[in-house]
């Protein structure tokens, strides 16, 4: 290991300065020291507006390059494709109904089973309203993973794009996103994809995967709130966006309305800087690469310790090993409402959460949303064994 997760639990303040077990990370993560001086830094050097002809704007200026700069490392594109917006949801409504206002009635998208409803509404709202038809990838009978079939038999020459999760935000199952890719790439549509639950996890790399668009969220990834949409630069230059006139007329710029939070964004560079200290290389690409590579087992190796000893009261929906998931885990505790655990646990400060996290299209299929869901647990880089041994203790004794 490149890391060792005590020394990193070190930077986190929140971490060092409480007992609480965080397993709140699919909801969002603890942020290290370097974010937040980052942030308060920004506060103080960053304020001024870009755009004016002296050394405050253009320090500004620089704090938005460093983190289009630093998002295109994350994700594998260039900085000028780079969009950000104050979430993934905000960001991802706004292009969607540019993209969609593009569309021909009776064109057709297609929007997935699996995913959080800001990869789903925000598609289906803009469909209904320019014409457009809808169809679903369905899940798979087993283990809460969708069922790609059921994507190529939707596929029609009209289908003009194509959303879906990188991974769920509730039951952490990863989706094969290389056989969508295949899948997807000979109709022509294009393939946007939510890598908000993937991007704390997995290294992404848009160009060879071919995608055409990927959106994630800072928060989830030991930074601010900040939203990051990747798109190919020639689907951003297609798309005519909804905006004010004296905004740029160019993208990434078109689609940033109005001023974002700058201190937010040197946040956002200091958190890529950050994961990227997990690993070794001479560029920061190179050393994201090394990083995932460390995370991944790292997260792989808790998630193994959760599902080998799980204790005879707890059912984990989803993927039963840590093959094709991310730790994400949705449980089910005998006797026991997803609420109720969720609040026993959070008495002795273990950080879960109760419900459908915004899961709507999954929990409905499962027949779980009218009836509370599910309990989620949710491990991140800096979970340790004794953090996994204790929750297993305490499901036990529920
Ligand atoms: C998979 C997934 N997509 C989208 C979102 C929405 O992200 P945001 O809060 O940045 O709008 C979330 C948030 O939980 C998520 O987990």
């Not at 706004?94 to 789903?120: C, K, L, M, Q, T």
């Not at 959106?215 to 030991?222: D, Q, R, T």
């Not at 920061?284 to 590579?293: P, S």
Request: glycine share 10%; charged share 25%; net charge negative.
């Amino acid at each position: 290991m490149s890391f060792d997760v005590h020394d990193l639990r070190q930077r986190f303040p929140a971490i060092r300065q409480s007992n609480a077990l965080f397993f709140d990370g699919p909801a969002g993560t603890q942020v290290p020291d370097v974010v937040v001086e980052a942030v308060s830094r920004g506060l103080v050097e960053a304020a001024s507006n870009v755009g004016g002809e002296f050394p405050a704007s253009h320090r500004s200026g620089r704090v938005v390059d460093a983190a289009r700069a630093a998002a295109a490392d994350l994700v594998g594109g260039s900085p000028d494709e780079i969009v950000f917006g104050p979430n993934m949801t905000t960001l991802t409504m706004a292009f969607s109904r540019a993209v969609v206002s593009g569309f021909e009635p009776g064109d057709r998208i297609v929007v997935s089973g699996i995913d959080h409803d800001a990869n789903v509404t925000t598609w289906t709202r803009a469909a209904a309203d320019f014409g457009v038809e809808v169809d679903w990838i369905e899940l798979a009978d087993e283990h809460v993973q969708l069922d790609l079939d059921s994507l190529a038999r939707v596929l029609t020459e009209r289908t003009r794009l194509v959303a879906i999760a990188g991974a769920s935000n509730a039951f952490g199952t990863l989706t094969d996103l290389r056989r969508v890719v295949e899948i997807v790439r000979p109709s022509g549509a294009k393939l946007f994809v939510d890598a908000v639950h993937l991007a704390p996890h997995e290294r992404i790399d848009v160009r060879s995967l071919g995608v055409d668009a990927v959106v994630c969220s800072g928060y989830k990834f030991y930074g601010p709130h900040v939203g990051v949409l990747w798109a190919h630069r020639d689907w951003l230059d297609g798309v005519r966006p909804y905006k004010v006139r004296p905004a740029p007329a160019d993208a990434p710029g078109k689609f940033e309305t109005g001023t974002p939070s700058f201190a937010l964004l040197a946040g956002l560079t200091a958190a890529i800087d950050h994961l990227a200290s997990l690993g070794r290389g001479s560029t920061r690409r190179e050393r994201l690469d090394g990083a995932f590579a460390e995370i991944r087992s790292h997260e792989a190796s808790m998630g193994h310790r959760f599902l080998s000893q799980l204790p005879e009261n707890v059912t984990v929906w989803g993927m039963p090993s840590m093959e094709g998931r991310v730790p994400t885990f949705a449980i089910d505790v005998d006797g026991r409402s997803p609420s109720e655990v969720a609040a026993r646990l959070g008495r002795q400060e273990i950080c879960v959460w109760a419900g459908h996290y915004y899961a709507v299209e999954p929990m409905r299929r499962l027949g779980l949303l009218d009836s509370g869901g599910l309990t989620r647990i949710g491990f991140v880089n800096t979970t340790t064994a004794a953090e996994v041994d204790r929750l297993l203790e305490v499901l036990a004794e529920l």
